[in-house]
Each structure stands twice: as structure tokens, then as C-alpha cells.
Nanobody, 122 residues
Framework: QVQLVESGGGVVQPGGSLRLSCLASGRPFNSVIMGWFRQAPGKEREFVAAIHWSGSATYYAESVKGRFTISRDNAKNTLYLQMNNLKLEDTAVYYC???????????????WGQGTQVTVSS
């Protein structure tokens, strides 16, 4: 019954910006965190950023720290990822997910969206 739907992906030049959104239909009982992951062709799914539903703690992969900002709007059940200064290596399918622990390990995230493609190209 829990559904996550990502949007906002697209094609952008290096140095450009995109904002991804993730609309959630609900929140699992054991969920404590929401995060963004990405997966490029031939690579493992990797952690990008996460934010707690309670409190203000945020977490970022070193590769995106200082460029990406994760935020939420609980009233709208929406998670955001503002991506600035995009690089070619940011090209991937981006997924949002609910997690049951504060971790970067995708195996602890139980609910996933279908993903949205982000392509950074010159």
C-alpha cells in the first residue's frame, strides 16, 4: 500500500541543476528515515542522501556533499533532492526509499520508488 513516486529527472548540462521530488502515499510503521539512492549502468546502487522524519539530521555521500541538498515537506508527504553543480558522474537512475535504520546500506530500506532518470551531458 505504500507507494513512492519520483519525478523531476531529466537531461542537464554539467554545472546545471535539477530538483527531484518523491511523493509518498504513506509511511511504514518502522520507517525512521527517507533517502535517495542512485544506480548507473554497470554499477551497484549507491547511497546519495538521507533525512530523518523526526529531527533535522541529514546525511550525504561524500561524492555529492556540498552540491546536493535533501529536504522534506511532511505536510505534503514529499521528499526532495536539490541537485546543483551537476557532474557527468551524477548520471544515474535516482530512487527514493524509506529506511528502518539510519544507514547508507540499501538493504535496510524497505520501500522504493520506480526511479527517475538524471542525465548530465554536454
Amino acid at each position: 500500500q505504500v507507494q513512492l513516486v519520483e519525478s523531476g529527472g531529466g537531461v542537464v548540462q554539467p554545472g546545471g541543476s535539477l530538483r527531484l521530488s518523491c511523493l509518498a502515499s504513506g509511511r511504514p510503521f518502522n520507517s525512521v528515515i527517507m533517502g535517495w539512492f542512485r544506480q548507473a549502468p554497470g554499477k551497484e546502487r549507491e547511497f546519495v542522501a538521507a533525512i530523518h522524519w523526526s529531527g533535522s539530521a541529514t546525511y550525504y555521500a561524500e561524492s555529492v556533499k556540498g552540491r546536493f541538498t535533501i529536504s522534506r515537506d511532511n505536510a505534503k508527504n514529499t521528499l526532495y533532492l536539490q541537485m546543483n553543480n551537476l557532474k557527468l558522474e551524477d548520471t544515474a537512475v535516482y530512487y527514493c526509499a524509506f529506511g528502518r535504520e539510519t544507514t547508507m546500506d540499501p538493504s535496510y530500506y524497505d520501500y522504493w520508488g520506480q526511479g527517475t532518470q538524471v542525465t548530465v551531458s554536454s
